[in-house]
């Protein structure tokens, strides 16, 4: 298993600010992902973040709004930036740790709340 | 496109009793099923994943799950449930090649709730 750590695990955010989320994992791992999970609703990924590349957005998603870096292969940070209520969701990233596509972890998750 | 339906919304069974959740997808090739637990307040934890073999696997916390390609099912059991298990049940299928490994397309969720 992949323990990740993501920070901060709960915010409350103004409208209008950005914040940045981090995600790090105790090992090595190629493929990060970010999902939201808005209030009472399922997973959607956001990105695919791998090492040395551009993130992937998925349909819906632009940089703009979520700019996410890669900076080594432990760790990532996901930017929500000028916050609206809409924004307000759980945001967890998740790790390929086999590199696979089969063996999958979550973090813990960032619960950010827009006022 | 790959999807996956979870049918059941909201599931209540007593303690002690036994459990299944259902889960079918909408894959062109074998995929890569995954159940995952979310407990109040919590992230996301892996019960149990199907990739290949044997097609009933073995999880975590006394779950087990069984892939029926016919079906295009991989319903989620446990033969007695604690009190312990309320909480959200997410099924989730991965692509097993190409570009995509490694995301995963979620079901809607079942809540489970237990009586005592």
Known sequence: SAVISQKPSRDICQRGTSLTIQCQVDSQVTMMFWYRQQPGQSLTLIATANQGSEATYESGFVIDKFPISRPNLTFSTLTVSNMSPEDSSIYLCSVDTAGLGNTIYFGEGSWLTVV | ?116
């Open chain 2, 1 to 116: 496109a790959q999807s996956v339906t979870q049918p059941d919304i909201h599931i209540t069974v007593s303690e002690g009793a036994s459990l299944e959740l259902r889960c079918n997808y909408s894959y062109g090739a074998t995929p890569y099923l995954f159940w995952y637990v979310q407990s109040p307040g919590q992230g996301l934890q892996l019960l149990l994943k199907y990739f290949s073999g044997d097609t009933l696997v073995q999880g975590i916390k006394g779950f087990e799950a069984e892939f029926k390609r016919s079906q295009s099912s991989f319903n989620l059991r446990k033969p007695s449930v604690h009190w312990s298990d309320a909480a959200e049940y997410f099924c989730a299928v991965g692509a097993s090649y190409g570009g995509s490994q490694g995301n995963l397309i979620f079901g809607k969720g079942t809540k489970l709730s237990v009586k005592p």
